[in-house]
């Protein structure tokens, strides 16, 4: 776009038209070659600029080029025409089957850390404590059953609701949505590995949440504290590469991260090079780590509680 005057510089900078005006002055190619005059660049406030000089600054060097090289400066200008028209193909060599893009049922699996905190909750949170109630405690222990006994079949019940849970998030329903893509992904074991440890992250959870709700009541509103928290921070409903590196250095301590950076991975990769598979082992062991950490904290906390009955 050609604009001449003053007046018209302003009305289109203002307009949003153009967001870069460049003057060339009378006798600027006399001046360039002998003084290196440099150009002149109006912008619109708030633009970056840097682009637009840079690339004029490209083109005036390579023009200076041509010409000192025995073009003319005519030549020269067609010469860098040319050059900048041509495009060079790029073929990117994806390593998964999905052309490099993260396969749909994979987007299946990073909002699951929610579902499975929240019917965990539901479950076997609620029942845990149901169980814990004082005069429920002193009944059962009054019966004819072992106080192993008794905890060997609650740790057996929660076996049964996380393989339920495994098989039907985990298993039936990337079948369901996905059948093809899923079964033929190379990255399945690894998939089903994550959701695995994540169902163990979410029994814990729920454990530990038993051992410090006292009032079944209550369990929702925490609930739904836990899940919609994480599941905003450690990027289950926002996508972990829009979050701030402040916001994720928080949420390192939160295990739904690490389940959801270890989701990221398999989905993008089907070949792991020894630094990814380091990171993949990584995100299962934290994840373990949690689970671990959150029945040891439960289990103390029990046997405080267990102290005042």
């Known amino acids: 776009m050609t604009i001449s005057t003053p007046d018209m510089i302003q009305e289109n900078l203002y307009y949003s038209n153009v967001y870069s005006v460049i003057k060339i002055p009378k006798g600027f190619e006399k001046d360039y070659f002998d003084k290196q005059t440099p150009l002149t660049l109006i912008n619109k406030p708030g633009f970056d600029s840097t682009y637009v000089t840079s690339q004029v600054d490209k083109f005036l060097r390579s023009v200076k080029v041509l010409h000192e090289s025995g073009d003319t400066v005519a030549q020269a200008v067609q010469k860098v025409q040319r050059y900048d028209s041509q495009k060079?193909?790029?073929?990117?060599?994806?390593?998964?089957?999905?052309?490099?893009?993260?396969?749909?049922?994979n987007y299946l699996f990073q909002y699951l850390p929610y579902i499975l905190i929240s019917m965990t909750s539901y479950?076997?949170?609620?029942?845990?404590?149901?169980?814990?109630?004082?005069?429920?405690?002193?009944?059962?222990?009054?019966?004819?059953?072992?106080?192993?006994?008794?905890?060997?079949?609650?740790?057996?019940?929660?076996a049964v609701i996380g393989t339920g849970l495994w098989l039907i998030c985990g298993v039936a329903l990337p079948i369901i949505l996905s059948a093809k893509a899923f079964l033929a992904d190379p990255n399945l074991p690894y998939y089903l590995l994550n959701v695995g440890l994540m169902i163990l992250v979410s029994l814990a959870l729920s454990f530990l949440m038993s051992k410090l709700i006292q009032r079944v009541n209550i369990?929702?509103?925490?609930?739904?504290?836990?899940?919609?928290?994480?599941?905003?921070?450690?990027?289950?409903?926002?996508?972990?590469?829009?979050?701030?590196?402040?916001?994720?250095?928080?949420?390192?301590?939160?295990?739904?991260?690490?389940?959801?950076?270890?989701?990221?991975?398999?989905?993008?990769?089907?070949?792991?090079?020894?630094?990814?598979?380091?990171?993949?082992?990584?995100?299962?062991g934290i994840q373990l780590?949690?689970?671990?950490?959150?029945?040891?904290?439960?289990?103390?906390?029990?046997?405080?509680?267990?102290?005042k009955i």
């Open 123 to 158: 479950s076997l949170g609620i029942i845990l404590i149901i169980y814990a109630e004082p005069d429920k405690k002193r009944r059962m222990l009054c019966a004819p059953v072992s106080y192993r006994s008794m905890n060997l079949q609650l740790m057996l019940g929660a």
């Open 289 to 307: 780590l949690f689970v671990i950490a959150l029945l040891s904290l439960g289990m103390l906390i029990g046997k405080l509680r267990e102290q």
């Open 88 to 105: 060079s193909r790029v073929t990117l060599i994806a390593q998964n089957k999905s052309g490099g893009e993260m396969p749909y049922h």
């Open 219 to 284: 369990i929702s509103s925490v609930t739904n504290v836990l899940a919609l928290g994480m599941g905003f921070l450690c990027g289950v409903f926002v996508p972990l590469s829009v979050l701030s590196p402040a916001i994720k250095k928080i949420t390192q301590f939160l295990p739904v991260y690490w389940y959801e950076v270890t989701n990221e991975l398999i989905g993008y990769q089907t070949t792991f090079n020894a630094s990814q598979k380091m990171a993949l082992y990584k995100g299962f």
